[in-house]
Protein backbone atom coordinates (compact mmCIF):
# COMPACT_ATOMS: atom_id res chain seq x y z
CA UNK A 1 0.00 0.00 0.00
CA UNK A 2 2.69 2.25 1.32
CA UNK A 3 5.10 1.64 -2.07
CA UNK A 4 2.54 2.12 -4.68
CA UNK A 5 2.15 5.63 -4.73
CA UNK A 6 6.01 6.38 -4.63
CA UNK A 7 6.29 4.69 -7.91
CA UNK A 8 3.33 5.69 -9.32
CA UNK A 9 4.42 9.60 -8.70
CA UNK A 10 8.09 8.65 -9.95
CA UNK A 11 6.56 7.03 -13.42
CA UNK A 12 4.61 9.82 -13.67
CA UNK A 13 6.68 12.70 -13.58
CA UNK A 14 9.51 10.75 -15.69
CA UNK A 15 7.15 10.27 -18.42
CA UNK A 16 5.54 14.09 -18.40
CA UNK A 17 9.39 15.21 -18.46
CA UNK A 18 9.78 12.70 -21.02
CA UNK A 19 6.80 13.97 -23.29
CA UNK A 20 8.14 17.90 -23.28
CA UNK A 21 11.73 16.92 -23.59
CA UNK A 22 10.16 15.07 -27.29
CA UNK A 23 8.00 17.71 -28.16
CA UNK A 24 8.38 19.38 -31.67
CA UNK A 25 10.09 22.25 -31.50
CA UNK A 26 7.50 24.77 -32.59
CA UNK A 27 5.08 23.57 -29.61
CA UNK A 28 7.44 23.31 -27.17
CA UNK A 29 8.18 27.18 -28.38
CA UNK A 30 4.54 27.79 -27.89
CA UNK A 31 4.40 26.00 -24.09
CA UNK A 32 7.50 28.04 -23.12
CA UNK A 33 6.04 31.54 -23.89
CA UNK A 34 2.65 31.08 -22.53
CA UNK A 35 4.38 29.35 -19.48
CA UNK A 36 6.78 32.13 -19.33
CA UNK A 37 3.56 34.59 -19.03
CA UNK A 38 3.66 33.82 -15.84
CA UNK A 39 6.21 36.15 -15.29
CA UNK A 40 4.34 39.37 -17.06
CA UNK A 41 2.88 40.96 -13.83
CA UNK A 42 6.77 40.37 -12.58
CA UNK A 43 8.39 41.98 -14.89
CA UNK A 44 5.57 45.10 -15.23
CA UNK A 45 6.57 45.78 -11.61
CA UNK A 46 9.75 45.84 -11.73
CA UNK A 47 9.91 48.06 -15.02
CA UNK A 48 7.54 50.24 -13.38
CA UNK A 49 9.09 50.38 -9.79
CA UNK A 50 11.95 51.37 -12.10
CA UNK A 51 10.50 53.94 -13.91
CA UNK A 52 9.56 55.70 -10.25
CA UNK A 53 12.81 55.00 -9.09
CA UNK A 54 14.59 56.75 -12.06
CA UNK A 55 11.74 59.87 -11.83
CA UNK A 56 12.64 60.59 -8.65
CA UNK A 57 16.28 60.51 -8.85
CA UNK A 58 15.59 63.21 -12.05
CA UNK A 59 14.09 65.18 -9.10
CA UNK A 60 16.48 65.31 -6.88
CA UNK A 61 19.65 65.91 -9.61
CA UNK A 62 20.88 69.45 -9.12
CA UNK A 63 20.27 72.66 -11.39
CA UNK A 64 23.75 73.04 -12.75
CA UNK A 65 23.81 69.16 -13.38
CA UNK A 66 20.66 69.55 -15.44
CA UNK A 67 21.87 72.77 -17.37
CA UNK A 68 25.60 71.40 -18.34
CA UNK A 69 24.02 68.20 -19.43
CA UNK A 70 21.90 70.48 -21.04
CA UNK A 71 24.66 72.44 -23.00
CA UNK A 72 26.55 68.96 -23.61
CA UNK A 73 23.97 67.17 -25.39
CA UNK A 74 23.40 70.60 -27.69
CA UNK A 75 26.37 70.44 -28.69
CA UNK A 76 26.62 66.06 -29.67
CA UNK A 77 23.04 67.31 -31.17
CA UNK A 78 24.72 70.15 -33.61
CA UNK A 79 27.45 67.73 -34.25
CA UNK A 80 24.97 64.96 -35.08
CA UNK A 81 22.98 66.57 -36.99
CA UNK A 82 26.54 68.12 -39.29
CA UNK A 83 27.48 64.23 -39.82
CA UNK A 84 23.49 63.28 -40.62
CA UNK A 85 23.75 65.97 -43.43
CA UNK A 86 26.93 64.73 -44.56
CA UNK A 87 25.76 61.32 -44.26
CA UNK A 88 22.38 62.39 -46.78
CA UNK A 89 24.74 63.57 -48.97
CA UNK A 90 27.06 60.38 -49.32
CA UNK A 91 23.74 58.24 -49.53
CA UNK A 92 22.34 60.24 -52.42
CA UNK A 93 25.74 60.29 -54.16
CA UNK A 94 25.82 56.51 -53.01
CA UNK A 95 22.12 55.78 -54.54
CA UNK A 96 22.98 57.80 -57.94
CA UNK A 97 26.17 55.49 -58.67
CA UNK A 98 24.28 52.64 -57.71
CA UNK A 99 21.77 53.37 -60.38
CA UNK A 100 24.19 54.20 -62.85
CA UNK A 101 25.72 50.94 -62.08
CA UNK A 102 22.46 49.44 -62.01
CA UNK A 103 22.93 48.34 -58.83
CA UNK A 104 19.65 47.45 -56.38
CA UNK A 105 19.38 51.23 -54.18
CA UNK A 106 19.94 50.90 -50.12
CA UNK A 107 17.39 51.24 -48.18
CA UNK A 108 17.76 52.82 -44.97
CA UNK A 109 17.43 50.45 -41.56
CA UNK A 110 14.20 50.23 -39.68
CA UNK A 111 14.86 49.85 -36.81
CA UNK A 112 12.71 49.37 -33.24
CA UNK A 113 13.82 50.09 -29.94
CA UNK A 114 13.80 47.23 -27.13
CA UNK A 115 14.24 46.64 -23.26
CA UNK A 116 16.22 43.60 -22.13
CA UNK A 117 13.64 42.48 -19.66
CA UNK A 118 15.52 39.06 -18.89
CA UNK A 119 18.31 36.81 -19.30
CA UNK A 120 19.00 33.25 -19.43
CA UNK A 121 19.31 32.02 -16.10
CA UNK A 122 20.86 29.28 -17.17
CA UNK A 123 25.04 29.16 -17.48
CA UNK A 124 25.24 27.25 -20.40
CA UNK A 125 23.58 29.52 -22.82
CA UNK A 126 23.90 32.97 -23.85
CA UNK A 127 20.31 34.13 -24.49
CA UNK A 128 18.19 37.81 -23.47
CA UNK A 129 14.43 38.31 -23.44
CA UNK A 130 13.21 41.81 -25.10
CA UNK A 131 10.11 43.26 -24.51
CA UNK A 132 8.49 43.43 -27.91
CA UNK A 133 7.06 40.31 -29.82
CA UNK A 134 5.03 39.37 -32.90
CA UNK A 135 2.49 42.17 -31.88
CA UNK A 136 5.41 44.38 -32.83
CA UNK A 137 5.91 42.45 -35.67
CA UNK A 138 9.12 40.66 -34.39
CA UNK A 139 9.82 37.35 -36.36
CA UNK A 140 12.79 34.94 -36.01
CA UNK A 141 16.06 35.55 -37.38
CA UNK A 142 15.61 39.28 -36.96
CA UNK A 143 19.33 41.51 -36.31
CA UNK A 144 19.49 42.32 -32.67
CA UNK A 145 22.12 45.24 -32.30
CA UNK A 146 23.11 48.39 -30.17
CA UNK A 147 24.98 51.84 -31.46
CA UNK A 148 28.04 50.11 -30.25
CA UNK A 149 27.74 46.90 -32.58
CA UNK A 150 26.05 43.11 -33.15
CA UNK A 151 24.34 42.00 -30.23
CA UNK A 152 22.81 38.80 -31.83
CA UNK A 153 19.82 37.36 -33.77
CA UNK A 154 15.83 36.72 -32.85
CA UNK A 155 15.73 33.07 -31.78
CA UNK A 156 12.21 33.21 -30.50
CA UNK A 157 9.05 35.36 -30.45
CA UNK A 158 5.83 35.36 -28.44
CA UNK A 159 3.15 37.45 -28.34
CA UNK A 160 4.99 40.68 -26.40
CA UNK A 161 8.36 39.75 -25.29
CA UNK A 162 11.08 37.84 -27.67
CA UNK A 163 14.33 35.82 -27.06
CA UNK A 164 17.34 36.88 -28.00
CA UNK A 165 20.20 34.39 -28.75
CA UNK A 166 23.70 36.77 -28.14
CA UNK A 167 26.92 36.45 -30.27
CA UNK A 168 28.90 33.90 -28.66
CA UNK A 169 25.94 31.43 -28.28
CA UNK A 170 25.63 28.26 -29.94
CA UNK A 171 22.43 29.35 -31.99
CA UNK A 172 24.08 32.32 -33.04
CA UNK A 173 26.90 31.83 -35.76
CA UNK A 174 27.57 34.84 -37.53
CA UNK A 175 29.38 35.25 -41.31
CA UNK A 176 32.14 37.66 -40.35
CA UNK A 177 34.82 39.50 -41.68
CA UNK A 178 38.12 41.06 -41.18
CA UNK A 179 37.62 44.42 -42.36
CA UNK A 180 40.80 45.35 -43.03
CA UNK A 181 42.09 42.12 -45.18
CA UNK A 182 38.14 41.51 -46.45
CA UNK A 183 38.84 37.62 -45.42
CA UNK A 184 35.87 35.94 -44.58
CA UNK A 185 35.11 33.60 -41.20
CA UNK A 186 32.55 31.95 -39.10
CA UNK A 187 32.09 33.43 -35.56
CA UNK A 188 31.63 31.03 -33.08
CA UNK A 189 31.40 30.80 -29.15
CA UNK A 190 34.65 30.86 -27.22
CA UNK A 191 34.39 27.83 -25.15
CA UNK A 192 37.33 29.19 -23.03
CA UNK A 193 36.03 32.39 -22.19
CA UNK A 194 32.76 31.22 -20.55
CA UNK A 195 33.06 33.25 -17.41
CA UNK A 196 33.82 36.44 -19.52
CA UNK A 197 30.93 37.27 -22.40
CA UNK A 198 32.92 39.50 -23.96
CA UNK A 199 34.49 37.40 -26.31
CA UNK A 200 34.09 34.86 -29.62
CA UNK A 201 36.16 32.84 -31.55
CA UNK A 202 36.45 33.38 -35.25
CA UNK A 203 37.32 30.71 -37.42
CA UNK A 204 37.82 28.83 -40.56
CA UNK A 205 40.04 32.08 -41.63
CA UNK A 206 42.30 31.32 -44.47
CA UNK A 207 45.79 31.94 -42.29
CA UNK A 208 47.55 33.71 -39.79
CA UNK A 209 49.59 35.99 -42.94
CA UNK A 210 47.53 39.08 -42.57
CA UNK A 211 45.90 38.63 -39.11
CA UNK A 212 47.01 41.62 -37.00
CA UNK A 213 45.90 42.19 -33.25
CA UNK A 214 43.09 45.47 -33.33
CA UNK A 215 41.74 44.58 -36.83
CA UNK A 216 38.15 45.17 -36.96
CA UNK A 217 35.59 42.73 -37.67
CA UNK A 218 32.27 43.21 -39.26
CA UNK A 219 29.52 41.37 -40.78
CA UNK A 220 30.24 39.78 -44.07
CA UNK A 221 26.47 39.77 -45.11
CA UNK A 222 26.93 35.95 -46.33
CA UNK A 223 23.84 33.89 -45.01
CA UNK A 224 21.33 36.90 -45.49
CA UNK A 225 20.78 37.00 -41.53
CA UNK A 226 22.93 39.88 -40.91
CA UNK A 227 23.27 43.12 -43.27
CA UNK A 228 26.69 43.94 -44.21
CA UNK A 229 28.92 45.97 -41.97
CA UNK A 230 28.06 45.66 -38.63
CA UNK A 231 30.52 46.25 -36.18
CA UNK A 232 31.51 42.87 -34.35
CA UNK A 233 34.81 43.70 -32.23
CA UNK A 234 38.54 43.37 -33.12
CA UNK A 235 40.61 40.70 -33.59
CA UNK A 236 42.89 40.48 -29.70
CA UNK A 237 44.71 37.00 -30.75
CA UNK A 238 45.31 34.37 -33.74
CA UNK A 239 46.54 31.19 -34.14
CA UNK A 240 47.08 28.51 -36.56
CA UNK A 241 44.40 25.51 -36.33
CA UNK A 242 44.33 22.11 -37.59
CA UNK A 243 48.39 21.94 -38.88
CA UNK A 244 47.97 25.05 -40.78
CA UNK A 245 44.42 24.12 -42.59
CA UNK A 246 43.11 27.18 -41.53
CA UNK A 247 43.57 29.87 -38.79
CA UNK A 248 41.22 30.87 -36.00
CA UNK A 249 41.16 34.82 -34.42
CA UNK A 250 40.08 35.48 -30.57
CA UNK A 251 37.84 38.46 -31.11
CA UNK A 252 36.57 40.90 -28.13
CA UNK A 253 33.25 41.97 -29.04
CA UNK A 254 32.50 45.83 -29.37
CA UNK A 255 29.37 45.08 -27.29
CA UNK A 256 29.60 44.20 -23.51
CA UNK A 257 26.78 41.69 -23.45
CA UNK A 258 26.45 41.90 -19.37
CA UNK A 259 25.54 45.24 -19.44
CA UNK A 260 22.60 45.51 -22.02
CA UNK A 261 19.50 47.24 -21.24
CA UNK A 262 18.41 48.59 -24.42
CA UNK A 263 18.91 47.08 -28.06
CA UNK A 264 17.73 47.96 -31.37
CA UNK A 265 15.81 45.25 -33.69
CA UNK A 266 16.57 45.60 -37.48
CA UNK A 267 13.18 45.35 -39.05
CA UNK A 268 13.90 44.30 -43.33
CA UNK B 1 -6.67 23.23 2.61
CA UNK B 2 -4.92 21.10 3.99
CA UNK B 3 -1.23 21.78 5.78
CA UNK B 4 0.88 20.26 2.93
CA UNK B 5 -1.05 21.93 0.30
CA UNK B 6 -0.18 25.11 1.74
CA UNK B 7 3.11 24.23 1.93
CA UNK B 8 3.34 23.55 -1.37
CA UNK B 9 1.93 26.71 -2.78
CA UNK B 10 4.36 28.06 -0.99
CA UNK B 11 7.41 26.00 -2.26
CA UNK B 12 5.84 27.07 -6.04
CA UNK B 13 5.69 30.70 -5.15
CA UNK B 14 9.34 30.19 -4.12
CA UNK B 15 10.29 28.70 -7.61
CA UNK B 16 8.73 31.41 -9.01
CA UNK B 17 10.28 34.15 -7.70
CA UNK B 18 13.01 32.62 -7.47
CA UNK B 19 13.62 32.04 -11.52
CA UNK B 20 12.20 35.67 -11.89
CA UNK B 21 15.35 36.58 -9.45
CA UNK B 22 17.72 34.72 -11.43
CA UNK B 23 16.39 36.18 -14.94
CA UNK B 24 16.16 39.47 -14.30
CA UNK B 25 19.07 40.28 -11.55
CA UNK B 26 22.57 39.86 -12.65
CA UNK B 27 24.82 40.96 -9.70
CA UNK B 28 26.42 37.80 -9.03
CA UNK B 29 26.71 36.84 -12.40
CA UNK B 30 28.49 39.92 -13.16
CA UNK B 31 30.91 39.35 -9.91
CA UNK B 32 31.25 35.74 -10.70
CA UNK B 33 30.75 35.13 -14.61
CA UNK B 34 27.77 32.56 -13.03
CA UNK B 35 24.22 32.70 -12.34
CA UNK B 36 23.62 30.97 -9.10
CA UNK B 37 20.60 28.71 -9.06
CA UNK B 38 18.43 28.40 -5.85
CA UNK B 39 15.40 25.82 -7.19
CA UNK B 40 18.04 22.62 -5.80
CA UNK B 41 17.54 24.09 -2.27
CA UNK B 42 14.08 24.51 -2.51
CA UNK B 43 13.81 20.68 -3.81
CA UNK B 44 15.68 20.00 -0.83
CA UNK B 45 13.29 21.71 1.60
CA UNK B 46 10.51 19.72 -0.38
CA UNK B 47 12.34 16.47 -0.29
CA UNK B 48 13.14 16.98 3.72
CA UNK B 49 9.51 18.53 4.42
CA UNK B 50 6.90 17.83 2.29
CA UNK B 51 5.14 14.60 0.70
CA UNK B 52 5.81 13.03 -2.49
CA UNK B 53 3.29 15.16 -4.24
CA UNK B 54 4.32 18.56 -2.99
CA UNK B 55 7.96 16.92 -4.36
CA UNK B 56 6.36 16.53 -7.68
CA UNK B 57 4.95 19.44 -8.68
CA UNK B 58 7.55 21.91 -7.35
CA UNK B 59 9.95 19.94 -10.00
CA UNK B 60 7.37 20.25 -12.02
CA UNK B 61 6.55 23.95 -11.77
CA UNK B 62 10.16 24.99 -11.29
CA UNK B 63 11.36 22.94 -13.93
CA UNK B 64 9.05 24.60 -16.16
CA UNK B 65 9.37 27.82 -14.95
CA UNK B 66 13.27 27.77 -15.56
CA UNK B 67 12.85 26.02 -18.54
CA UNK B 68 10.63 28.98 -20.01
CA UNK B 69 13.23 31.45 -19.14
CA UNK B 70 15.75 29.24 -21.06
CA UNK B 71 17.18 28.51 -24.08
CA UNK B 72 16.60 24.68 -22.67
CA UNK B 73 14.24 22.41 -24.11
CA UNK B 74 11.25 22.56 -22.34
CA UNK B 75 11.24 19.97 -19.38
CA UNK B 76 14.95 19.53 -18.67
CA UNK B 77 15.22 20.93 -15.51
CA UNK B 78 11.81 19.03 -14.14
CA UNK B 79 13.50 16.06 -14.62
CA UNK B 80 16.94 17.15 -12.86
CA UNK B 81 14.87 18.38 -10.18
CA UNK B 82 12.17 15.92 -9.97
CA UNK B 83 15.56 13.70 -9.60
CA UNK B 84 16.94 15.92 -6.67
CA UNK B 85 14.14 16.33 -4.45
CA UNK B 86 13.37 12.44 -4.62
CA UNK B 87 16.83 11.49 -3.79
CA UNK B 88 16.72 13.83 -0.67
CA UNK B 89 13.41 12.30 0.17
CA UNK B 90 14.36 8.88 -0.24
CA UNK B 91 16.59 9.62 3.06
CA UNK B 92 14.42 12.25 4.95
CA UNK B 93 13.53 9.74 7.85
CA UNK B 94 17.49 9.24 8.88
CA UNK B 95 19.13 12.64 7.90
CA UNK B 96 19.51 15.45 10.42
CA UNK B 97 17.13 18.09 9.23
CA UNK B 98 17.60 20.33 11.15
CA UNK B 99 21.64 20.34 11.69
CA UNK B 100 22.98 23.21 9.74
CA UNK B 101 26.17 21.70 8.46
CA UNK B 102 23.97 18.41 7.22
CA UNK B 103 21.39 21.70 5.53
CA UNK B 104 25.09 23.02 3.98
CA UNK B 105 25.81 19.48 2.98
CA UNK B 106 22.47 18.74 1.51
CA UNK B 107 22.44 22.04 -0.57
CA UNK B 108 25.88 21.57 -1.69
CA UNK B 109 25.13 18.13 -3.28
CA UNK B 110 21.92 19.35 -5.06
CA UNK B 111 23.36 22.36 -6.36
CA UNK B 112 26.22 20.31 -7.61
CA UNK B 113 23.67 17.67 -9.10
CA UNK B 114 21.07 19.72 -10.48
CA UNK B 115 23.18 21.37 -13.40
CA UNK B 116 25.38 17.96 -13.84
CA UNK B 117 21.98 15.89 -14.34
CA UNK B 118 20.61 18.72 -16.26
CA UNK B 119 24.01 18.83 -18.84
CA UNK B 120 24.06 15.39 -19.41
CA UNK B 121 19.92 15.17 -20.47
CA UNK B 122 20.67 18.53 -22.73
CA UNK B 123 24.14 16.46 -24.48
CA UNK B 124 21.71 12.88 -24.87
CA UNK B 125 19.04 14.99 -26.38
CA UNK B 126 21.29 16.25 -29.00
CA UNK B 127 21.52 19.42 -27.71
CA UNK B 128 25.28 21.31 -27.52
CA UNK B 129 25.74 23.77 -24.73
CA UNK B 130 28.63 26.40 -23.80
CA UNK B 131 30.75 23.74 -21.68
CA UNK B 132 34.70 23.88 -21.69
CA UNK B 133 37.08 24.03 -18.63
CA UNK B 134 35.74 27.55 -16.66
CA UNK B 135 32.33 25.23 -16.38
CA UNK B 136 34.16 23.05 -13.49
CA UNK B 137 34.39 26.43 -12.05
CA UNK B 138 30.62 27.44 -12.31
CA UNK B 139 29.55 23.98 -10.88
CA UNK B 140 31.72 25.11 -7.55
CA UNK B 141 29.87 28.55 -7.47
CA UNK B 142 26.74 27.00 -7.74
CA UNK B 143 27.20 24.28 -5.25
CA UNK B 144 28.86 26.71 -2.83
CA UNK B 145 26.12 29.16 -3.45
CA UNK B 146 23.52 26.46 -2.78
CA UNK B 147 25.40 25.44 0.80
CA UNK B 148 25.33 28.76 2.15
CA UNK B 149 21.43 29.40 0.92
CA UNK B 150 20.38 26.02 2.25
CA UNK B 151 20.23 27.12 5.97
CA UNK B 152 18.95 30.71 5.29
CA UNK B 153 15.83 29.45 3.14
CA UNK B 154 15.45 26.93 5.34
CA UNK B 155 14.73 29.25 8.35
CA UNK B 156 12.61 31.29 5.71
CA UNK B 157 10.50 28.50 5.14
CA UNK B 158 10.03 27.30 8.48
CA UNK B 159 9.24 30.35 9.64
CA UNK B 160 5.98 30.76 6.98
CA UNK B 161 5.21 26.84 7.32
CA UNK B 162 4.79 28.53 11.33
CA UNK B 163 2.48 31.38 10.39
CA UNK B 164 0.47 29.67 7.45
CA UNK B 165 -0.07 26.02 8.43
CA UNK B 166 -0.97 24.67 11.73
CA UNK B 167 0.99 22.26 14.18
CA UNK B 168 0.55 18.64 13.37
CA UNK B 169 -0.57 17.17 17.32
CA UNK B 170 2.15 15.06 19.12
CA UNK B 171 0.63 11.73 20.50
CA UNK B 172 0.43 11.18 23.96
CA UNK B 173 2.12 8.65 25.65
CA UNK B 174 -0.48 8.21 28.71
CA UNK B 175 -2.55 5.26 28.26
CA UNK B 176 -5.46 5.13 30.61
CA UNK B 177 -5.42 1.26 30.75
CA UNK B 178 -2.13 1.39 32.25
CA UNK B 179 -2.51 4.33 34.75
CA UNK B 180 -1.01 3.16 38.13
CA UNK B 181 -3.64 4.18 40.43
CA UNK B 182 -1.94 4.80 44.01
CA UNK B 183 -4.67 4.06 46.74
CA UNK B 184 -4.68 3.16 50.44
CA UNK B 185 -4.49 -0.66 51.04
Not at chain 1, 157 to 171: E, H, I, K, M, T
Not at chain 2, 18 to 29: H, L, M, Q, T, Y
Request: hydrophobic share 45%.
Amino acid sequence: MHRKPRYLSVIIILLTALILISLPKDFSHKLKLIIGGVFIPLFGVTQSTSQVVDKAVDTALPKSFLISELERLQKENSRLRAQYFQGRTALAENNNLRELLELEKQQPWNLKLAEVVGRDPANWWRTIQIDIGSRDGVRTNYPVLTPGGLVGRISDVGFNRSQVALVGDPQCQVAGMIEETRENGILVPATTDLIDHRYAIMTFLPGTEALKIGQNVITSGMGNVFPKGIVIGQVVDFQVVDFGLYAEAKIKLAVNMNRLEKVWVKFP
Amino acid sequence: MSMNGILTIILILACMLSVFWEASNGIIRQFSGTQIDILPVIMVYSGLFAGRRTVCLTALSGGLLFDSMSANPLGVNVLSLFLVGWVVSMGKDTLLKEDVFTQCFLGFLAGLANPIISLLILMSAGNIPLLGWESLWQLFIMAVASAAATPLLFLVFDKMRKVFCYQTTTQSSFRSDREIIRKRM
